[in-house]
């Protein structure tokens, strides 16, 4: 015998469900239809209405079946960008933690991404935070997140990144690596990745920057950050397959700090392949959204991120001097900000919380702006326009609501 109350709660839960199937139909549509305008006017405020995570599953679904529309098919010549030793077809990735667990390449590479990210993945399966553990910031355009590493384990994703390689080798796949929060020894976890995944991977990210998993950063340190190093180019040298090795930085150093990473970085025994600048910040400066979602703990992405993390690209470019390549992430929302990052001396970038506010076709619309940038600029490849204005995206500004390339 079921009760008045369950009938309601019952009808209740129907309704939100067919509500939410409509929503995400609605916003299927519009992210099909690749219109980042139209995703912005009608389907981003829908969305603020809904879970954020769910609707980061629904994008990894729609991208996993290929429910999105084939973006560019040839990205123009200009584009073509270097990873250090890797050549991708256009410089704009997808940043790591849309698709953790390695189930959406394929429709990320149909959509337009240059290359992918996956991850990041850690040896043990492990669920993450208790929910809720996204938040957007729509007066910010940003997102805090606190996922606290929820992945499906080295060997499920091991699995779906070999069947995916298999079928495009050429497709560049970087495995972002993390380490399990309960882990007695964390340097092994970052070992035990290279271990899985070298005969597959195309550059490996050692992220020691999520703010999600307690004292993770502390792995960043002058006293720390070496001994993590030489085991794991030690473990990536014993590998039948040499796979290049980056390394993932929070925003919130200091200049002591960029230094000695540096100096670390180029050191023998300690020297990587290439640095991903920035991950997520925990500063939470002039921020205009709710105050109760604002002082959520995690870590902030997106606009008020961008300034911050194109200075620290600058400031990097600068101390390595080319020696290595950096990737630039954080805040990017358009070509002209793609062109920043590329100015202050990122060889390449990454999104992902503009694909939250725009949907994945974006990456389309800043392909085409960035492509026509570059050529009013007098470039005729990316490589040429990397660290450009280096000296120059040094300087900090009060307000990070406008994009400040030259263009
Ligand atoms: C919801 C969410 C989850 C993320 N998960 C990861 C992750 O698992 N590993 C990682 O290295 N970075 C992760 N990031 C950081 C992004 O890769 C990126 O560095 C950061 O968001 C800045 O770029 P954006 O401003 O374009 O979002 C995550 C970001 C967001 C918004």
Redesign the pocket.
């Known amino acids: 015998m079921i009760s008045q109350r369950e009938i309601l709660w019952r009808k209740g839960k129907s309704g939100l469900k067919v509500g939410a199937l409509g929503i995400v139909a609605f916003g299927g549509i519009g992210i099909w239809s690749g219109n980042d305008k139209f995703f912005e006017q009608f389907i981003a405020p829908l969305l603020t209405k809904v879970d954020?995570e769910f609707s980061?599953r629904a994008a990894v679904t729609l991208a996993r079946f290929h429910l999105q529309k084939r973006g560019m098919t040839d990205d123009p010549p200009n584009l073509r960008a270097n990873l250090g030793s890797l050549v991708v077809s256009n410089p704009i990735g997808i940043?790591?933690?849309?698709d953790?667990n390695a189930e959406c390449m394929s429709g990320l590479r149909r959509t337009g991404y240059g290359w992918v990210?996956i991850?990041?993945v850690t040896p043990i399966p492990q669920e993450g935070n208790a929910k809720p553990r996204?938040f957007r910031l729509p007066q910010d355009k940003?997102?805090i997140?606190r996922?606290g590493?929820n992945?499906d384990g080295h060997e499920q994703v091991y699995m779906r990144v070999q069947e995916f390689k298999s079928q495009h080798p050429d497709y560049i796949v970087g495995v972002?690596l993390?380490a399990n929060k309960e882990s007695p020894n964390r340097i092994s976890d970052y070992c035990k990745g290279i271990e899985r995944f070298s005969n597959t991977a195309d550059y490996f990210?050692i992220?020691i920057?999520?703010p999600n998993t307690p004292n993770l950063r502390d792995l960043q340190k002058s006293e720390t950050l070496p001994e993590l190093l030489q085991n794991v180019m030690y473990t990536r040298d014993n590998q039948t397959r040499r796979v290049p090795v980056f390394l993932?930085v929070a925003p919130d150093i200091t200049d002591a700090d960029i230094k000695s990473i540096c100096k670390t970085v180029l050191s023998e025994g300690t020297k990587i392949d290439g640095i991903?600048i920035?991950?997520?910040t925990i500063t939470r400066d002039d921020l205009e959204s709710d105050p109760k979602v604002t002082q959520e703990s995690g870590?902030l992405?997106?606009?008020p991120?961008?300034r911050a993390?194109t200075i620290l690209v600058a400031k990097f470019y600068s101390e390595l001097n080319g020696q290595i390549p950096i990737i630039g992430?954080?805040?990017?929302w358009d070509g002209k900000d793609a062109f920043a990052k590329i100015q202050a001396g990122a060889s390449a970038v990454?999104?992902?919380?503009?694909v939250?506010y725009k949907g994945l076709g974006v990456v389309n619309a800043m392909k085409k702006e960035l492509s026509e940038i570059l050529t009013k600029n007098g470039y005729k490849s990316v490589a040429e326009a990397v660290g450009s204005r280096h000296a120059e995206s040094q300087t900090p500004v009060t307000k990070t609501k406008s994009s400040s390339a030259a263009v």
């Open positions: 954020p980061h940043a790591a933690g849309f953790k990210e991850g990041s996204v940003a997102v997140n996922y590493f992945n972002n993390g990210v992220n920057s999520s993932k991903i920035s991950n997520t870590g992405s997106g606009k991120l961008e993390s992430v954080g805040g990017i990454q999104i992902y919380s503009v939250a």
